[in-house]
């Protein structure tokens, strides 16, 4: 462990083990296998492992590092959806599942106590990531502008409309609203656009005039639509909020559900002498 840290590997392989050790491969493997035991080492997938540095100890593997695991499931990838919102601090639910978006198609697996589930996302939509520290490992992540719009996309994978607008009023205080724009435009779903801009006139958040203008324009290329129940598959609530005209979208999501999110964009400005 000290020889693979002095080197500044993060990561190692079987076949580097082996070679490091310089035994025959049966060897290695037991090794592998009581430092795995001994929680210095965490399986990524079949061969290759994630070192924890002697310097945070056996028992550093938090939830940073099953992302970091969780990451070398798939290439390329990303983590995203509510995985994404929970690591910028968008959301306070917390769930044991680590939502990885690629093309590749694989099996969902396990990784320490948490699932991973893979999301086929398709090629226009497969954008708007970066890598990421996290505690020492290169993890790629959605950024706040593309978490706010795939969860808005799929809310299924967000926890709900409702959590998937109050991600969209907490990540709004810190938007490249050209950026935001920018990606909507290029997914080139008219619906999407109206599901976002109503959420965002929603939370209150705050769009720049010329902005507004310009998701109303996006908008404009489709065809009325709705949030939450599709109507052609599931129940419309009977308390549903309705028909919005400036966003032609039938908003068949309950008051209730959204009553949180309701002016959580709005920028809060502290007044002198109160």
Same mark, same amino acid.
């Given at each position: 462990? +000290? ?9 190692? #392989? ?6 490091? +050790? ?8 037991? !090794? ?44 390329? $990838?990303?983590?995203?959806?509510? =995985? ?16 990885? !978006? ?31 520290? !996290? +505690? ?21 994978? %967000? ?5 998937? %607008? #109050? ?10 609203? #050209? ?8 997914? &080139? ?24 203008? =310009? ?27 309705? $028909? ?9 999501? #309950? ?7 309701? &002016? ?9 002498? !109160?």
């Amino acid at each position: 462990m +000290l020889a693979l840290t002095e080197r500044g590997q993060r990561e190692v #392989t079987r076949a580097e083990i082996v070679n490091l +050790l310089g035994g025959s491969v049966k060897a290695a493997d037991h !090794v592998i296998e009581a430092l795995r035991r001994k929680g210095w080492l965490e399986r990524a997938t079949w061969g290759e492992y994630l070192l924890i540095p002697p310097d945070q100890g056996p028992d550093a593997l938090g939830d940073g590092n099953l992302l970091a695991l969780a990451s070398r499931i798939a290439n390329p $990838y990303y983590i995203g959806f509510s =995985s994404a919102a929970a690591h910028y601090g968008l959301t306070t639910q917390h769930r044991n599942v680590i939502f990885v !978006v690629t093309p590749t198609r694989l099996r969902e697996r396990e990784v320490g106590e948490s699932r991973v589930q893979i999301v086929n996302q398709s090629q226009s939509k497969f954008f708007g990531f970066e890598p990421v520290d !996290v +505690l020492g490992y290169k993890v790629m992540i959605s950024d706040r502008e593309k978490t706010a719009i795939d969860c808005i996309d799929r809310p299924d994978l %967000a926890g709900g409309v409702g959590e998937a %607008a #109050t991600i969209l009023a907490t990540a709004s205080r810190r938007f490249d609203w #050209t950026k935001a724009t920018d990606y909507l435009e290029r997914i &080139g779903s008219g619906a999407l656009v109206r599901r976002f801009g109503w959420l965002a006139d929603h939370v209150q958040a705050d769009i720049p005039p010329e902005i507004h203008a =310009s998701l109303l324009r996006l908008a404009a290329r489709s065809r009325t639509t709705w949030l939450g129940s599709n109507p052609e598959r599931a129940r419309v609530p009977h308390d549903a909020i309705g $028909y919005d005209d400036t966003w032609r979208l039938f908003i068949n999501v #309950t008051g209730k559900e959204l009553h949180g999110s309701s &002016g959580l964009g709005r920028r809060k400005t502290i007044r002198k002498g !109160v």
